[in-house]
């Protein structure tokens, strides 16, 4: 199975539920202990959680993850101790027990979001 919803459609429904989604690194922040990487498909964006504490193994290998990354993740849907209105998704977040790297990639010579526009000297 590739996944079992998309990284747009959970919310706090969902909490307690185990998930399978997959999809592209958008962005990955180590803090220390905790690594958090927001996963991105054609239907939105959801924040992985990998704990150094419950599996130091698996957060060593997020932390190599690289933007564009395309990777499956599955663990519990949990809710967020720091909300963000900002996001559709923003209220919960993954607590990842298992990750696979379906594809590596090479950091891209710009990023891939809504509101960026690459500059003049970026432009082919």
């Known amino acids: 199975m590739y996944r079992t919803h998309n990284c747009g459609q959970l919310n706090m429904k969902n909490v307690g539920a185990e998930v399978m989604l997959s999809g592209w690194v958008q962005k990955s922040r180590d803090l220390g202990g905790m690594t958090f990487v927001d996963l991105r498909d054609r239907y939105g964006l959801t924040q992985l959680v990998f704990n150094m504490e419950t599996d130091p193994d698996l957060c060593k290998e997020a932390r190599k993850l690289g933007r564009e990354f395309v990777v499956r993740a599955t663990g519990k ?11 559709p998704t923003g209220e919960i977040e993954i607590l990842v027990g298992k990750l696979e790297v379906l594809n590596s990639s090479l950091t891209p010579p710009f990023t891939i979001e809504d509101h960026t526009d690459g500059g003049d000297d970026l432009r082919m």
């Open 77 to 87: 849907v949990a809710e967020r101790s720091n909300k963000n209105p900002q996001m």
